[in-house]
């Protein structure tokens, strides 16, 4: 005598869970998955609007002088500011979004440094860091 189990008769019928899951589940992770290939990760990163030019660097000596782009200028940097304003639009940066770095000596009144900014904000630079001056007799990086 052969005892039949009770699970016997569904034996025969097929259950369609595994089915759907087997079906879903890649078709899921393929969804969830598509935006982060890796080549497409590094073609949007080499991207130029992720590439932003050199911060400019505006240093204001202690006699009231400005150096910018190597050249030192007595009384007006606003020439020198429209060049650089030109020369990283023509690479193709938007020059609004530029870092300009402002070194201003201690000895510099306040009044002057905010001259140089409004100066480089009517020329359309719009970003701004203000730092010390670097110490001339100091030899090593500076941060």
Known sequence: M???SPLA???????ATPLLAVAFIPALVM???AG?????????SQSPASIQPVPLEIRIAADGSILFAGAEFADQSRPALQHAWE??????????STL????????VATGNVQKVIA???TIGFRRFVLRPARPSNTAGPQP
């Open 2 to 4: 052969l005892l039949e």
């Open 9 to 15: 008769e569904d034996s025969r019928s097929l259950s």
């Open 31 to 33: 969804l969830a998955f």
């Open 36 to 44: 982060l290939s890796p080549l497409e990760t590094a073609a949007n």
């Open 87 to 96: 020369a990283i639009h023509k690479q193709g940066f938007d020059p609004a």
């Open 100 to 107: 300009v770095i402002v070194r201003a000596d201690r000895e």
């Open 119 to 121: 100066s480089a904000q």
